[in-house]
């Protein structure tokens, strides 16, 4: 580039001898100036810009044992690039063109959601939900907008699809006796992370629509439909933007993928024994025979959550599973006495009879009663009221923090006995509705935030991670930051605490490597005084309202 600046110089100074394109040299001076200014600060941004991309998977989910090719979505600098997932049971290979990748799952992975990383040497990306369910799965086949254009599906599939363009509205052809069961859900934005807000219909032959849903787990539309008549039925899929805009139609892109799940039985797995620690006792499902059970944890934020699922249920369950606390699926409801320390999880028809239970407390006992549903994958809005033995409320409450399910604290003065009320706010009637209660003794909380998902430092120079500390109150006293987990080579030094504030603070610890290295970090907060972690830090995974464990950095 230099010699070719040189060589306009010298034709452009031939120029200026001559007076009357004289300009012609100013305006070749000052461009020059800028001109080289623009290229370098443009080849600056290319050289910032050049990380790895990962926008998420098509398909976006498989069965065990299975191959698949997969679409990878996003942008790759470097290809073929390697490939981190959070549990053991997948492997990623890329293909020969980029972002073409033939994922291997092992007979024996866990089901439910794995998460997933594209990195190379300068950085990674974010991590990515990849579902791993049973049972067969086809892919979506277009041109299917039309009911002339239905695709045709057994009575058991799993379609994994895209709405790809806006305006796109997949149909699907089904056929069902007189009175069976059609059990339909689509997993998109609540555990891929899809940016959309679909609505599942199902229609007649002639496109009528006999039953519609909108939202159902989060934004994700759940239905049951018990046929009048035998014949051939449509299943209908279309979307509008998760986040509202000015937008007037239905929406469609690259990512708005889903897994539409249907089956002609009850649509969730029901646990007819005790859950306690780590047993399990076989699914039952609601009215029906027992079905094997594949039980499965997983560190999605909370270390000690669940997946349930069973060969021909619709999905799966993410159920939260803590040693300390029993879990008794029941189908019918009926009043019993809990103690701080267990929960009741009843199953069946909620509309009329709803959920009923007696706790007892002890005074100077800070409690907690909380009540799932969603979190439990089913689509109610729980309502938990709270009253005294005579009857009296003492406290109503619907959605808190921005989630449907509820809970309440507080801190008991004297020795009573309260009863738990519990009951959908629509009053909707599922086969497979499922409510869980849960009562706690609140311990001191603490939590730690990363600022950021991934990190990228130089090998021989320190970095400084920047995470968030906070408590349920001030408190003072003495804690440490420890780095648990890291990549090969990186040493941190701990950060000391003496004061956790109820506001949060934002603390550093500073990592170092003398060689370059790749791979996931865990961060734990700890106390001189107990040999095990108070809690480690959590990051918050854009788009899919999840928190894991593991952030990564990259020492270059």
């Known amino acids: ?140 086949k277009e041109p299917n907008d039309h009911p002339d254009d239905a695709q045709s599906l057994t009575n058991i599939s799993t379609v994994d699809g895209r709405l790809g363009k806006s305006g796109d509205v997949d149909c699907y052809r089904i056929e069902l006796d007189e009175g069976g069961l059609l059990s339909a859900r689509v997993d998109a934005n609540r555990w891929l992370g899809s940016p959309i807000d679909l609505v599942l219909q199902v229609c007649d032959e002639r496109g009528r629509v006999l039953r519609h849903q909108d939202d159902g787990v989060g934004l994700d539309p759940v239905i049951e439909y018990r046929a009048s008549k035998a014949g051939v039925y449509m299943i209908r899929v279309f979307g509008f933007p998760a986040t509202p805009n000015s937008t007037i139609g239905f929406s469609g892109g690259e990512r708005m993928v889903y897994r539409l799940t249907l089956s002609t039985g009850a649509s969730e797995p029901r646990l007819s024994s005790t859950i306690l620690g780590r047993s399990l006792g076989p699914v039952k499902w609601f009215e029906q025979e027992e079905l094997p059970v594949s039980f499965e944890y997983v560190h999605e934020g909370n270390p000690q959550n669940a997946v349930v699922w069973s060969p021909g249920a619709t999905g799966w369950n993410n159920v939260p599973c803590p040693d300390s606390i029993s879990f008794h699926f029941n189908s019918t409801a009926q009043t019993e006495t809990l103690f701080p320390g267990q929960a009741i999880t009843k199953s069946g028809p909620g509309k009329k009879e709803g959920l009923r239970q007696n706790v007892v407390f002890n005074e100077g006992e800070h409690a907690r009663v909380r009540v799932l549903a969603q979190t439990l994958g089913q689509p109610l809005d729980p309502v938990l009221r709270v009253l005294n033995a005579a009857g009296e409320t003492v406290a109503t409450v619907d959605d808190v923090d921005g989630s449907r399910d509820a809970y309440y604290d507080w801190k008991e003065k004297a020795d009573r006995q309260l009863i738990i009320e519990v009951h959908d706010r629509f009053d909707r009637e599922l086969s497979h509705t499922c409510f869980a209660i849960s009562v706690e003794r609140i311990k001191p909380v603490f939590e730690v935030k990363w600022s950021q998902e991934v990190w990228v430092g130089e090998k021989g120079q320190s970095t400084e991670l920047s995470l968030n500390v906070k408590s349920d109150q001030d408190r003072e006293g003495d804690w440490e930051l420890v780095l648990l987990e890291a990549p090969d080579g990186v040493e941190a030094t701990p950060t000391a605490l003496k004061q956790i504030k109820k506001a949060g603070e934002d603390v550093k610890l500073i990592v170092m490597s003398d060689v370059p290295s790749s791979g996931p970090m865990k961060v734990a907060l700890i106390s001189k005084n107990e040999p095990q972690p108070i809690t480690v830090a959590l990051i918050r995974l854009e788009g899919v309202n999840v928190d894991h464990r593991l952030s990564w950095l990259t020492t270059k």
Request: charged share 20%; aromatic share 14%; proline share 5%.
């Open 1 to 140: 580039m230099k010699r070719h600046l040189e060589m306009l110089d010298q034709f452009y100074s031939c120029l200026s001898e001559f007076k009357p394109l004289a300009g012609i040299h100013r305006f070749w001076s000052v461009w020059k100036c800028w001109g080289v200014a623009v290229f370098f600060l443009f080849a600056a941004g290319r050289l910032c810009s050049a990380e790895t991309v990962l926008n998420g998977f098509f398909p976006a989910g498989a069965s065990p044992g299975k191959t698949v090719k997969v679409k990878a979505e996003g942008s790759f600098e470097t290809w073929p690039c390697r490939w981190w997932v959070d549990r053991p049971g997948i492997s990623i290979q890329c293909g020969e063109t980029k972002g073409e990748v033939v994922l291997t799952l092992d007979p024996k992975v866990g089901y439910g959601r794995h998460w997933v990383r594209a990195y190379d040497a300068s950085g990674a990306s974010k991590l990515i939900p990849f579902l791993v369910c049973g049972g067969e799965s086809i892919l979506e």
